[in-house]
């Protein structure tokens, strides 16, 4: 009888066990579903073709400068940024093939890039598509950490953990605003010249474009100190673009 009541036991641990990982498993979906009907629906999200973003971004004590940035589905963008009174620009025109003119760096003509150079700016898409973009294609791993408390303030916490080589990658603590569903503070651990860190990533001033809710400011900050920062002043949604603005002149 012992013996039968322990196999009972165990197989109902086995059971909670099994129960609470499934649970996870949909408690994930259910916050991503939340988060995309917080930005206007996926379906709405995903009948997106292109973006094009513009405004003023500010790098460290530099002054603001002009930034647009232009994303079609699925591997174009052009980005132009001015630094001081240093214009850069990068493109990508399809998955491997980009250049990139960036004075600062003795790149004063247009130049082809390298494909780790092709595979960074794609991370960029990121911008517009956001961190859970194809993160399944991409090996990471999601879990949700339930409601958080956060600068007195609650927030659904979900982690993003990226695989490189199979092994653990920058991770990232996504904050979703409790009420709205949508991303407010991301912060990510890496590595910058093999030490770790921390960016911090803030996003504000969500407005309602044709339907979707987009930030127009974002702010990243290491420790107390801002980095960068970019202030939205418009957003163009499905414009169509000739590919040829993203050939190298």
């Not at 513009?54 to 699925?74: C, D, K, R, T």
């Not at 092709?118 to 598509?129: C, E, F, I, N, S």
Request: no cysteine.
């Amino acid at each position: 009888m012992n013996r039968i009541n322990m196999i009972k036991k165990l197989i109902f641990i086995s059971s909670l066990l099994l129960l609470s990982l499934t649970s996870n498993a949909q408690t994930v979906d259910e916050v991503l579903e939340m988060y995309y009907q917080g930005l206007g629906g996926r379906e709405k999200f995903n009948s997106i073709k292109s973006w094009h973003l513009i405004g003023n971004s500010q790098l460290g004590q530099n002054p603001p400068g002009e930034f647009q940035f232009i994303y079609v589905a699925p591997n174009k963008m052009k980005i132009k940024t001015v630094i001081d009174t240093f214009e850069i620009v990068q493109a990508i025109s399809n998955d491997s093939t980009g250049w990139h003119q960036i004075p600062p760096r003795g790149i004063v003509t247009p130049t082809a890039m390298t494909q780790q150079e092709v595979d960074q700016l794609k991370g960029q898409r990121a911008l517009v598509l956001g961190p859970f973009n194809n993160y399944k294609e991409k090996g990471a791993e999601l879990t949700y950490k339930g409601v958080v408390m956060k600068d007195k303030s609650e927030y659904k916490k979900l982690v993003l953990q990226t695989k490189i080589d199979g092994e653990d990658g920058p991770r990232s603590d996504i904050f979703l605003n409790n009420e709205t569903n949508l991303i407010e503070i991301i912060e990510t651990q890496t590595l910058s010249g093999g030490a770790p860190v921390t960016f911090i990533n803030k996003l504000s001033n969500y407005k309602d474009i044709d339907g979707l809710m987009i930030p127009f400011t974002y702010a990243t900050y290491v420790g107390d100190k801002k980095y960068t920062s970019l202030d939205l002043e418009t957003i163009i949604l499905n414009k169509q673009y000739e590919p040829s603005i993203f050939d190298m002149p």
